[in-house]
């Protein structure tokens, strides 16, 4: 077994036959099979003008996620700071915590989550990621109770502490993780290269704050777990074409078929995204287990957060399941 906590990034998915309401259903079947089999937590992130994700509204979907479930934790995995005001993060996440006390975290990334076409159309300045460090102590103050209370104040969200994390693929976010003695989140299920230079920056440069005395870090990794280990092989070679095609389908009037992609399955862009899944656990129960516990003190995680790329919901809740802390 691993000796980590297990989370889950759930991005609600929408298969290429189905719609959006039933994606945002599966999110709400996951939650609660990820609450009975004893993972820590589920991640939604923040993504827009896409049609394949759901998740755009994050703060909706987690309220909606945690009125169907009991005990499991739910936060942004991430919000995009840039995209908004941190008054109104605050006011969100504050709420949410008032809903669902000592459930509810926060993790806070840099990037647009879209397109440039997109962030325009949000109506964000192009300078808004470079305040990103201010915003995120500024954020920190309105989900305080710290005095003296100023002009400006969140309600609800004052005083509520909601616990947050700082999301990364690069130094930047491992530096500022560690300035503010925040914990950092790695997103080594598409990321890989900066791993291992990531968390040891981090826990190098780690200045201990009062919530969190020590570092805390949470690594992504791809879990393809079906009932034998061939059969998961199988399912990996399936889902690592259907990344192909969804990828290379971005921008496209019609997308690619599958034999499609699979002629373009080794060209020099299929073979970059394909190295998205460099970090991903493989197998039967026995073997996804080894191979948690294995990346785990690869990456020096704390946590590991655990994303199930599947290319169907019913293969996805398998894989959940079968690579479960509570099995």
Do not use: C
Not at 17 to 28: E, P, W
Not at 71 to 91: D, Q
């Amino acid at each position: 077994m691993t000796r980590v906590p297990l989370s889950v990034l759930d991005l609600a998915t929408v298969e290429e036959s189905g719609d959006i309401a039933a994606a945002l259903q599966h999110s709400v079947d996951l939650a609660r099979s990820a609450e009975k089999f004893g993972y820590e937590r589920v991640w939604y992130a923040e993504h827009h003008n896409m049609s394949a994700i759901a998740s755009s509204a994050t703060a909706v979907l987690i309220a909606h996620v945690a009125a169907h479930t009991e005990r499991i934790r739910l936060g942004a995995g991430g919000v995009m700071l840039p995209n908004h005001s941190p008054l109104v993060i605050a006011e969100q996440f504050g709420m949410l915590a008032e809903l669902h006390p000592g459930r509810i975290d926060l993790g806070l990334g840099r990037a647009p989550g879209s397109d440039m076409a997109t962030f325009r159309a949000m109506r964000r300045s192009h300078s808004a990621a470079e305040t990103f460090p201010a915003d995120v102590r500024e954020l920190q103050q309105l989900l305080s109770d710290e005095l003296p209370r100023t002009a400006v104040n969140a309600y609800p969200g004052r005083g509520t502490n909601v616990p947050m994390f700082i999301l990364g693929s690069s130094l930047f976010g491992a530096n500022l993780a560690a300035h503010f003695g925040l914990p950092y989140a790695f997103a080594s299920h598409f990321a890989p290269q900066a791993l291992g230079s990531a968390v040891r920056h981090y826990r190098s440069n780690f200045v201990p704050s009062a919530r969190h005395p020590e570092p805390y870090v949470i690594a992504g990794i791809n879990v393809v777990a079906a009932d034998t280990d061939a059969a998961a092989e199988a399912l990996f070679a399936r889902t690592e074409l259907e990344r192909v095609r969804r990828f290379l389908s971005r921008g496209r009037e019609v997308e690619l078929t599958e034999a499609e992609a699979r002629k373009l399955f080794d060209s020099p862009a299929a073979q970059e995204i394909r190295k998205m899944l460099t970090y991903t656990a493989l197998g039967g129960r026995e073997r996804v287990q080894e191979e948690l516990a294995a990346f785990a003190a690869h990456a020096e995680a704390d946590e590991l957060m655990t994303v199930h790329p599947a290319p169907t919901r019913a293969e996805q809740l398998t894989s959940l399941r079968i690579a479960a802390p509570l099995g």
